[in-house]
């Protein structure tokens, strides 16, 4: 299979079709779920938490930050950030509870300092190393990222990003720019060394490498 | 977008980053909807101390919103004597939770750059200029 990330930008992959489809996958919509679950267990938030969702696509994240029962630390609070209108309109189809920016997280996160407990992104943010103009590079779209999310958390907050790297430079060059961010970074592998890996950046303001496991 | 979210927005533009006149964004030419949520009263604890209260009385000034409290409440105010919600605590939740800007726009008095509200969702892409 192609690596959506070297064909189009997301705006364009991302069509109806595309979304319908990614939407309705029971494999892609089961694989999302789990990892959404991994990512709130590695936040280990303990109360209603307000967390912004990175790349919130259809809202299959936010659905699940929703439902967190009380007795588990929830239900949560999001506001999610999306480049493609035909996946918000997903959301938007299925009710969800967020709100939703149309917006592109390379040109940063536009909230005030201090807004949020937490951070939640499955699946999005390798399309940050995807420039497509010449006034435009991989690193400034990182840092821009990177720098305003580490603002828009609050003292102590965490963020867990689960992304798809398209090799070692690429994770080094994400990861890389979370650190000069600020934030206490570390690289968490489910399933190492197979097919399906998972990887996840988990990032704490104010805090060293929380997950013990430095890449 | 609820009025909570508005409450912690600010312009985009790398430009406007460091005036105090990007925050709070005015809404102009705003339908407001009402959408019903139950309620999460430990989420509005959580969060009030967040919540610029000020730029939330202008906010709801704007939208011809009845008139807010001159301060916040303490938490103090939104639990009675056996721990549930107060009125306090309901108006909050209709105010911050349930209001809602379905269409309209958000203006920067900073830079003048107004953002479309469209179906609840604002439009947050910047031409690669204003980035
Ligand atoms: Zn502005």
Sequence with gaps: ????????????????????????????????????????????LQEPSFILDVGCGSGLSGEILSSVEEEDGGPHMWVGMDISSSMLAQALERDVEGDMLLADIGQGVAFRPG????????????????????????????????????????????????????????????????????????????DPETKSVKVYLVLSVGGGDVTGAVS | MKLLTLNFLTCARKACKTSAASFPLHPREAELEQVEL??????????LPRVE??????????????????????????????????????????????TTIAS?????????????????IANFLLPSHLV
């Excluded at chain 1, 992959?13 to 267990?41: C, G, P, W």
């Excluded at chain 2, 139950?38 to 969060?47: A, G, H, K, L, S």
């Excluded at chain 2, 939208?63 to 909050?92: F, H, M, N, V, W």
């Design chain 2, 38 to 47: 139950d309620m999460n009263p430990q989420f509005i604890r959580n969060v």
């Design chain 2, 53 to 98: 209260w000020e730029a939330m009385r202008s906010i709801s000034q704007e939208l011809g919103l009845p008139s807010l409290p001159d301060t916040a409440p303490g938490p103090e105010e939104l639990a009675d004597a056996e721990g549930g919600p107060t009125q306090i605590l309901k108006d909050l939740h209709t105010l911050l939770m349930e």
């Design chain 1, 115 to 190: 807004t949020f407990d937490a951070a939640i992104s499955i699946s999005a943010i390798q399309w940050l190393c995807n420039a497509e103009t010449s006034d435009v590079s991989p690193e400034g779209r990182l840092k821009r990222f990177f720098d305003s999310l580490y603002a828009s958390l609050k003292r102590g907050g965490k963020a867990v990003c689960q992304f798809y790297p398209k090799n070692a430079q690429q994770r080094s060059m994400i990861t890389n720019a979370a650190i000069k961010a600020g934030f206490g970074a570390g690289i968490l592998e489910d």
């Design chain 2, 104 to 120: 309209g726009k958000l203006l920067c008095a900073n830079c003048g750059h107004e953002y479309a509200i469209k179906e609840g």
């Design chain 1, 1 to 44: 299979m192609s690596r959506p990330e070297d064909s189009l930008p997301p705006d364009l992959f991302y069509n109806d079709v595309e979304s319908r489809k990614y939407t309705t996958s029971s494999r892609i919509r089961n694989i999302q779920a789990d990892m959404t679950h991994r990512a709130l267990e590695l936040l280990d």
